[in-house]
T-cell receptor, first 113, second 112 residues
Framework: EAQVTQNPRYLITVTGKKLTVTCSQN?????MSWYRQDPGLGLRQIYY???????DKGDVPEGYKVSRKEKRNFPLILESPSPNQTSLYFC????????????FGDGTRLSIL | ELKVEQNPLFLSMQEGKNYTIYCNYS?????LYWYRQDPGKSLESLFV?????AVKQEGRLMASLDTKARLSTLHITAAVHDLSATYFC????????????FGTGTRLTVIP
């Protein structure tokens, strides 16, 4: 089954404790992207990747890192999380870019205390 | 700064009625996308509009794009309860970048 898998689904942690949210897709997609969703703000793009070893900043990259060492994986790293990063995070992938339909993961709800 | 504005933000409509959701954006772009999100769920791609005058239809939903007016519409025909969801439009810049800017969403409730 074609899918985008995020882990964990829920995480409560404390300020400053490094964390990684994993994202994996099994569709051989080139494009992958991370978004955060906050009430009243819609979705905002954090980082995206056009292919292996190619990553670019989205609208709100501050405080986040990503890597794309393999085509299927695109982890989101919060080196020193802060409460303003409490949010619902979605990973998505598409064949070659946003002009192709994106497949979204189920989301990761992060709470930073 | 690119702005993407959706109207209305909340929409409550009766089954069987027609309505239109509007998406205005502030930059030159000929690529616009519509997504659906059910309550508590993830997002699903609905439409990809890649040129001025593009029109796509799926069931009771029809999306169109007017790049000159910087406007996209999502028209709902004879609404049914199953269409209750939040609908987002998103635009990407026409500069070769591949990042997306989303509207804040329109929460649609269809009342039986």
């Amino acid at each position: 089954e074609a899918q985008v898998t995020q882990n964990p689904r829920y995480l409560i942690t404390v300020t400053g404790k490094k964390l990684t949210v994993t994202c994996s897709q099994n569709m051989n997609h080139e494009y992958m992207s991370w978004y955060r969703q906050d009430p009243g703000l819609g979705l905002r793009q954090i980082y995206y990747s056009m292919n292996v070893e190619v990553t670019d900043k989205g609208d709100v990259p501050e405080g986040y890192k990503v890597s794309r060492k393999e085509k299927r994986n695109f982890p989101l790293i919060l080196e020193s999380p802060s409460p303003n990063q409490t949010s619902l995070y979605f990973c998505a992938s598409s064949l070659s870019g946003p002009a192709q339909p994106q497949h979204f993961g189920d989301g990761t709800r992060l709470s930073i205390l | 700064e690119l702005k993407v504005e959706q109207n209305p933000l909340f929409l409550s409509m009766q089954e069987g009625k027609n309505y239109t959701i509007y998406c205005n954006y502030s930059t030159t772009s000929d690529r616009l996308y519509w997504y659906r999100q059910d309550p508590g769920k993830s997002l699903e791609s609905l439409f990809v509009l890649l040129s001025n005058g593009a029109v796509k239809q799926e069931g009771r939903l029809m999306a169109s794009l007017d790049t000159k007016a910087r406007l996209s519409t999502l028209h709902i025909t004879a609404a049914v309860h199953d269409l209750s969801a939040t609908y987002f439009c998103a635009v990407d810049l026409q500069t070769g970048a591949n990042n997306l800017f989303f509207g804040t969403g329109t929460r649609l409730t269809v009342i039986p």
